[in-house]
């Protein structure tokens, strides 16, 4: 590809990208003979460049990132799995062979499909985040491979669900739901579900400080949200809804869903938000700090010393189901 830039100090000059096949490795090279090197600030990109979107799946690679995300990440309830499958059902009256969820991180949606299909197949782009799907227990339908959501490797046809959980929004959409479609059954169903970042607190009726204490933290972490996603990926997936073209689509906007968890837990969970991981590493002492300023806040209103203190947090998840026409 080759694209007209202003470099400051430069002037325009004409620059040719070359992508490696996984988009990993981006290579420039200047009409002029200079070198340079590609910013990692997440900030410096616009939205929806190629190099934001590599920025976004790089956030996961760490292994450090992948082992706290098996730990703290929760996998969608049983109730919306239900439905998922429920959908599908109304839809195929074939036996459902085989499932693949896309961007499966360390694979905790994954094995939830398990018994419901003859094969699973969880896939992502970080080699870290299959590692660690790979070293925890699973059904032996279950398999994970890395490749990416853009590019799956299925012959056409063949699948009967496609999931991302809490993923496709950091996808090439576009390419990531025509890729779905090939692959697709004629009748098989995509489902695309995550939850807004905005979780809430309960905790013997002190509900309203806490959660005026988490929204402080929210806060703080926004600047550091990629712009790749923009301010809100509910409405990224809105757009994708959007512009399925099937007949057959159904949008869920807020199923909220209540896990008890230690409150250190919480903390963990949203420390493994991108936009935590983003200022982690920009600034390690000021990601711990706050981390610290907020757990001191929140046992201060609970009027407990104690970070395993149990708390319940209400996750709002958001959902798109939508089946592939069988007159296509
Ligand atoms: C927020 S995590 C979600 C993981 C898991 N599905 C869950 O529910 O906890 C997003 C995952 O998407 C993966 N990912 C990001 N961009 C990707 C791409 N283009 N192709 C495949 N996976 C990608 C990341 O490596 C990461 O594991």
């Known amino acids: 590809m080759t694209f007209s830039f202003h470099f400051y100090g430069l002037g325009p000059t004409q620059c040719t990208l070359t992508y490696t096949s996984n988009r990993r490795l981006v290579n420039l090279q200047l009409q002029k003979d200079i070198k340079i090197s590609l910013s990692s600030d997440p900030m410096m990109h616009s939205q929806n460049s190629p190099e934001d979107r590599n920025m976004a799946e790089r956030c996961f690679e760490g292994k450090a990132h992948a082992v706290a995300y098996k730990r703290y990440r929760v996998s969608p309830p049983q109730e919306l799995m239900d439905e998922v499958l429920h959908f599908l059902e109304k839809r195929s009256e074939r036996l459902f062979n085989l499932a693949v969820d896309v961007g499966c991180g360390s694979g905790q949606g994954t094995v939830l499909l398990a018994p ?137 906007e807020c199923l909220r869903v209540r896990r008890k968890m230690p409150l250190t837990d919480y903390i963990g969970m949203v420390e493994t938000f991108s936009s935590y991981q983003a200022l982690l590493k920009k600034d390690p002492a000021q990601a711990q700090k706050l981390s610290e300023e907020i757990m001191d806040k929140l046992l201060n209103a609970m009027g407990t010393s104690s970070a395993d203190t149990e708390v319940t947090v209400v996750i709002k998840y958001f959902y798109l189901l939508a089946s592939k026409d069988k007159t296509d």
């Not at 969880?122 to 660690?132: L, M």
């Not at 590019?151 to 056409?156: A, D, G, R, V």
């Not at 890729?179 to 607190?201: F, P, Q, V």
């Not at 990629?226 to 099937?246: A, H, Q, T, V, W």
């Open 116 to 252: 419901h299909f003859t094969t699973v197949v969880g896939t992502d782009i970080s080699p870290a985040q299959i590692e660690q799907a790979k070293s925890h227990d699973h059904a032996s339908n279950v398999s994970y491979r890395q490749c990416p959501a853009e590019e799956l490797p299925f012959e056409s046809g063949t699948v009967d669900l496609v999931t991302s959980m809490t993923a496709a929004h950091w996808f090439d959409r576009p390419r990531f739901l025509r890729e779905a479609d090939r692959i697709l059954k004629l009748g098989g169903c995509i489902a695309l579900i995550s939850y807004t970042l905005n979780m809430e607190l309960e905790f013997r009726e002190n509900d309203a400080e806490l959660n005026r204490i988490c929204q402080e933290f929210y806060t703080a972490l926004l600047p550091f949200r990629s712009s790749y996603l923009g301010p809100s990926s509910l409405d990224r997936y809105k757009e994708m809804y959007e512009s399925i073209p099937y007949q057959n689509k159904e949008w869920h």
